[in-house]
Nanobody, 121 residues
Framework: QVQLVESGGDLVQAGGSLRLSCAASGSISRFDTLAWYRQAPGKQRELVAA???????NYVDSVKGRFTIFRDNAKNTVSLQMNSLKSEDTAVYFC???????????????WGQGTQVTVSS
């Protein structure tokens, strides 16, 4: 088990920046993927950015070039640097830790409680 606690959400003007952080209660090195998801009102939760244990990252198209995900195994944190924020980035952002547990791809997922990001236009 691991607990994930997000921080850094805030109200910011369009064009501004925020850095979200997710602190894990235990080692994150055992997780295959760490990711940030978001959920806007009335919408499904979507993957924003993910980073593998090897450091490979991927992003949803709408944030490419604006967001960067960082993984620090020594500090057991995963962060999301968000620049050039837009009103459509407004959502609750969730931290996710995923570990594959067998060769068939079954996995275990842990989630934080979320942090609110509001971008005013």
């Amino acid at each position: 088990q691991v607990q994930l606690v997000e921080s850094g959400g805030d109200l910011v003007q369009a064009g501004g920046s925020l850095r979200l952080s997710c602190a894990a209660s235990g080692s994150i090195s055992r997780f295959d993927t760490l990711a940030w998801y978001r959920q806007a009102p009335g919408k499904q939760r979507e993957l924003v950015a993910a980073i593998s244990s090897g450091g490979d990252s991927n992003y949803v198209d709408s944030v490419k070039g604006r967001f960067t995900i960082f993984r620090d195994n020594a500090k057991n944190t995963v962060s999301l640097q968000m620049n050039s924020l837009k009103s459509e980035d407004t959502a609750v952002y969730f931290c996710n830790a995923r570990r594959v547990i067998n060769v068939e791809g079954a996995d275990v997922n842990f989630w934080g409680q979320g942090t609110q990001v509001t971008v005013s236009s």
